[in-house]
Structures are given as structure tokens and as C-alpha cells.
């Protein structure tokens, strides 16, 4: 009997395996939308879709996370219709989307400050762009040596399939860099989400982290960030990101193949009018331009 | 009190109810020094359930409730001992062979071992005097590390009472030991049992009423729980006092 | 006509287990081809013996030993703790509890196998892993040892129903003749049950680290992941089906990476093959 239930699961899941790669396509010319990517951006791109299918009942937007790479990977491979991405395709991953037929267009769609945190108790409140690099590649391991306690510094990162993960990587480790030498310390714990991150950070005092600035709660201290030893040091919000005087800044786009459908057109616009950048700013991320936005009560 | 043989058992009043259903009623019995008792009585009589009480294995079963007496050498054993001193000078074999997935030897030595003897010479000692005590030495001294499910049903029976005798108990209780096998090993079996009358006190629970014409020095009729009558085996099958027993004995029961 | 049906069943059943072998092949040539295809570009000894998992860097590297050691010290660390555990908790429900408790116990165990691995991995994540921070003095909790007693839950179930079925499967007249013979309760459960039931209790152990070695989503979040050969199991740890399940999702077909998460798999599999054929080869001695 149980030989013979496992025989049929077998091949169920055998069934499943074969057939699996073999999924329905999206639509191209339907009015529905799979979104895909970027962990960072998968509540703004469902606020979005929310709002858009209130003006368009007869749209449908699926929207899924799994990180940059996910999305980047997903828009090759041809299975979604747009790439939420924290941060930009590689020429080579522009160069396999192009020999498969899928040549991809970037739109910029908002701007994330990364907040770097700690946890509030820790006396450390500012730090160089060098300090981090050297905290988060591993040559930096105690935080008396950046004036905090005695205790050893514990490194989260987010995981390898994160845009946040590449950008911060290329950004901070390597000033800008991407080819450089830097690489995460091995040390460094790779948290499944922002989320396990923020979480972990408040519980150890050890800890040092980065996230999406939306992320940050009371339960973590954000740190001031500046490019020299003597400043300025800049706290991460919406209006240090847009005029650009905090550091970690980035461009969150969307990628779509050349040649997409309508509706595709259709969200891509409302995602830039002045509504879908308002939604930006309701997210806590920073809008394209600051112009049209009232002020948040 | 002169020349009356000593008592080995006694059971008093004993009651055994199964939930509620009652099992044995009201039994009360001796059993003398190196004799042998055999039990019979058609299915469901109580025997198996009597022979149990004897050694304690009825704790064993759910919802068992045993009241009555039953003294061993003049002691109480549910109220003065704990059940494994019982079931180690009361030994029981069972109506199926039932060797241990174990060797022929390590069957044997099983109980001495459980009871601390882990002395390798004194263990080979035993476990040659229990196998020929039961008549099985000369069949499987060659092959002592062989799987004892690998005997024959007879020999894997013999295996069991060597297993018994190795306990060094004072009393055997049989739970039909020979319903399953041919008549040349129900013979040896037999004829183990006489060569220990000397030594051992035996009760024979049997459905083969011959069977306790034959080894038994006084036989008991069970019959719906109740103990009808208990005999010289010579009294039971030739003047029984009571008429369910001789219909019983003379096949015209049931 | 009973003849036909009679044969068309036979058919029917020969057909399933051709099948069954057919597409267990099939998914072994698929992992072959698949993460043989990395060893293309890159060498099979720094894949093995390379201590330096860097897969998006230039040149990538590909070193899966602290991997690999990261899944050896939490299976392991999952194994002494669930399997005397698991006996235990077997034990106590085929020989001991009386028989209400044992229905109620069992219940319990398959409902414990019931609660997805997610669910006891994020419970471990925000109960047990602050706790072993606390009480090791630790910098965080997402350390082997967390993801080896999360672990060790998970394994239980499977290991109490499977070893208590083979307990329960022992015959009674073992158990009877044991006891006759004078044996405390202790001594028969030690000496003729358990050895009795030792291939099923085999069987139950490898099924438990089965699953351990398999499991993904729960170790990723309690093991924070950090690909460092580990020298205590107050470490983080990375394991290889972590790194499978972060990185999967990310590699382009037929890339480099995605190649070598498929040679991680086939390495997995191997280990998974070595292990059934240590308990097939255990078992068949017992058995003699």
C-alpha cells in the first residue's frame, strides 16, 4: 500500500518537473501584467498595480518578488512582462536578454535611499563611506574601531539574488567601482529579506545592516553617512536623497522587452504621472521630482 | 497433616474479570510439590487465564482486575512480590514456539543473563544443562550461534523450555505446548516433562484430554470460569463426581 | 474476462514502477547533464575542495566546502539531537504510555509533522535563535545550532511514526517470553524490541536525516547564511540547499552559476544515494 502510493507521487511529481518549465507565457497582447523582482520594490509596484487596476478594472497586474536577479533572469528567460530592479542590467545580461530575442528598455521609476542601521543602543551614529567598506568586507571586524563598544561587529547582508545586495556591493564595498576587488567578508550573515534584516538589527547590539529607507522602524538607529573623515555627515530621507547630498542613493527602474503590449505602456505611464509618484512618496521611497507632491501631513 | 504431600501453590477465592467480563470465578485449588496438574476444559474455560495469574503475565492485559489469593511457598504473590521474582520461579511455555529473534544460545542464556550471570563458562554450563534437560542438546549442540527461529516447530518448542529451565524456576506452567506440533515431538516434549517431575512443579493447561491422562498426576476441569472438579487423573477419566466432567472427558461435551 | 481484468491490473501496476524508475532516471541524467556542464570552465577540485563561495564576482568562484561543511555540521548536529529524541518519544508510545495517552501522542507527533517547515522556521527564527544568542552570549543567533534543533523538530515526526510503527510492528510473543523468563519491563524493551525492530528503527533514522539534509526554506532563515567553514556550531552557517534556493531564482539559464547550483544539487544527490545505500547495506546484516 505504501510502496504503491509512493509509485503514484512519483510520478505525479515527476509529471509535475516535466511540465513545470513548459508554463503558460505571458500574455503579450492581453490586458494582464506579471511584475517581477526586486524585493525593495514589490509593495511599491503592488501599490501601484492596486491604483491602476481601480482605473482600469479590466487590467490585471500580478506582482511577485524574489529580488533583482529573479526579475533580471525572469525577463530573459521571457516569463514576466516587467523587471522591477534596484539596481542596473549588466551589459552582459543586456547582451543574453538581446541573443534571446528579448531586447530590454530601462525606465527609472523612483529613487531608494539605502538606510545603513544599527541598533539603538549602539553609541556609533555616523560613519565614512571607506569605514563601511571596510566593515562589510571584513577588515574592519570590531567596533572600537570606529569609536563604539568592545564588541565584535556582526555583518548582515541581504542575499546574492538582491538588486540592494549587487548595488551596495558596488557602491559602498567597491566607491563606485563595480569591477573592483571588494567582495562581502565571508563572515557576513545573508539574510532571506530586508524584513530579517531589520529584525535581527534590533535584537543585536552587535549588529550593522543596510535596507530600504521604508524599512526602518524605531527599533533600529539610523546611521549618518558621509564620503570624508570630516564630513558632512548625512541621515538618510527623502530630501538628503533628492538633492543628492546623502550617498547611498539609488535609481530604482523597470525593465520591459521592446516590443510590449499596450497595457504595458499604459502602467509604465501612470507609474510616472504625478499620481503614480505620489504613490512613491506614500511608500516612503523618493519620488523622480519633487514638484507636483504635497507635503505628507 | 501426616503424610500430606507439601504444597507448592495455593489459590484462594480468585476472581479475574476482563472489564466486565468475568473470566475466572471463584477458584480456589492446590497444587502439590513435583507433581504434575494438568488443566482441561473446552474454549474459553479460563485455563490460559488461570495459568497467567499463576506467573503474573494477566498484569500484562488492559483492564484486568485480579482479586483472590495466590500464595507461592505460603507467599502472597501479588501482595508480597514484585512480577518479575514471580515469573522467575514460575515459568511459562507457550501454546506457539516462540524463541526470541536471538541464537539458540543467546535464547537460552537470556534469562541467567537478565538476572546478572554474565560469566561466559557458568553461561555455556547452563545453557548445556537446560538444552539437555529438554532433550534438544544432541540435536543442535553443533550449531549453538544459529538463529533459534531457524529450528523446527518441536525443536523450537523444546528451545522454549530449555529457555524456561535455564531460570532455574520452581514451577513450569504449559500453555498447550503441543497443539501444534506431530506426535513424535508432543512424545519428547512429553517425555522432557516426566524427566523433570523430579526437580520442577508442572502445570499442563492442554485441549488434548489424553494428553492429561497421560502426564498428569491429577487433572482440573475448568468450565465457564469455574473450577468444576479437581482429581487423581485416575478419578477424572474413570468416576468423576461431577456429570458436566465425565461428558466433558468422554467427548459428549459441546 | 476475470483473467483480463486480472492481467490489465498486473500491466497497470508493471507500468507504474517502470515508470517511477524511468523518471528517477530522468531526473539523474537532468542533474548530470546540467551540473557537469559547469566543469566545462571550471575545475572540479576547486568546486569540491575551494573555500570561497563568491558566485556574481569577477571571476566568480565557486568553492562549495564551507557549504558543504555548513550542511554536515547542522544535519549532524539535527541527527544527535532528533534521534534520541525521536527513540525516546517512540519508545514511550509503543511500550509505555497507557493507551489513551498514546492516542492523544500520536495525534500530537503527526500534527507536529502537519506544520509546514516555513511556519517552524520562522518560529525558530523569532523564538529560538534570540534565545540561543542569550544563553551563548552570542553576537546573533542564526548560528548551525539553531538551524540543527529547528532541524531537529522537523525530523522527529517523521522519526517517532516510523520507528513506533516498527516497535508496535514487534510481535507480542517476544514481549510475553521475555517477561515470562523474569525480565523487567526496561530489560525486554532493551534486549529482544528494540533489536527486533532495528531495521525499521534504521529506516526511521535515515528517513529523519532524509529530511534534514533536504530541508531548505527553515534552514535558510535561522542559519544566517554566511558561507564561512564553520569551527563551532555557535557559527553561522551556509547550507547547500540554502544556496540553492537564494540563488536559483537569480541565474540565467545555461550560465555559469546556474550551472554550478546544478552541480550542488547533483552533489546532493550523491550524498542522498550514499546514505540510502549505508542503510540498505545495514540492513541487509541485520538481516542475516
New interface residues.
Partial sequence: MKS?S???G??I??FF??FAGCGAQPGQESSSIQIKGSDTMVNLGQSWAEEFMNLHPDASIAVTG?????G??SI??GTCDIAQCSRAMKPE?LE?AKSKGRAVREVEVAIDALAVIVHPSNPVSQLTLEQLSGIFTGTITHWKEVGGED??I?VLSR???SGTH?YFLEHVLRHGND?GPE?YS???????SSQ?IV??VS??A??IGYVGMGYVSAREKKIAVGTAAEGPFVLPSVDTALDKTYPIARALLMYVPENHSAVVDTFLNFVLSDQGQEIVQQMDFVPLYQAPLRKKA | MVSEPLLKIEVKSLNVHYGSLQVLKDVTLSVNKNEILGVIGPANSGKTSFLRVL?R?ID?T?DVRVRGEVHLDGINIYAKMN???V???V??V?A?P?????SIFDNVA??PR??GLHHAGKLAEIVEKSLKAAFLWDEVKDRLSTSGMQLSGGQQQRL?IA??LA?EPEVILYDEPCSGLDPISTAKVEAAMFELKKRYTQILVTNNVKQAARVGDRVAFFLMGELVEIDQAGRIFTAPRDKRTDDYVTGRFG | MKRQVESAIEKF?LL??V??IF??V??FLFLAREGLALFKTFSPLDFLAGT???????PPKYGIL?LFLGSLIVTLGATVISVPLGMACAIFIGEIAP?WLREILKAGVELLAAIPSIVIGFIG??TLA?WV?YLFHL????TALSGAITLAFMAVPTIVSIMEDAITAV?K????????????HW?TIY??VL??ASSGIVAAVMLGIGRVIGETMAV??IT?????IPTTILE?V?TMTATIA??M?????G?EHYFALFAIGLVLFVISFLINMTAGAFLHRERK
Fill in positions: 504503491r509512493l509509485v503514484f512519483s510520478i511529481v515527476s518537473l516535466i524574489g529580488g533583482s536577479g529573479t533580471i533572469a530573459i528567460n545580461e543574453a564588541r565584535p556582526l542575499e546574492r539574488n549587487v569591477k567582495e565571508p563572515k557576513a550573515l545573508m539574510m532571506p530579517a529584525e535581527e535584537q543585536s552587535a549588529a | 506467573n503475565l500484562l488492559p512480577a518479575e521474582e515469573r522467575k520461579r515459568g511459562m507457550f506457539l516462540q524463541p526470541l529473534p536471538l537470556y534469562g537478565r538476572h522454549c529457555r524456561t531460570v | 501496476i507504474n514502477g515508470a517511477c523518471f528517477v530522468l531526473i570561497r563561495w563568491y558566485p556574481i564576482s569577477t564551507p493507551r527564527m523569532m534570540p544568542k553576537p546573533t543567533g542564526l510481535p510473543s517476544y514481549r510475553a517470553g521475555s517477561l515470562a523468563l523474569g525480565a523487567t530489560q534486549r529482544v533489536p527486533a535558510m532563515m544566517g547564511n554566511a558561507a564561512v553561522p551556509r537564494a540563488e531564482g537569480e541565474t540565467v539559464q550560465s
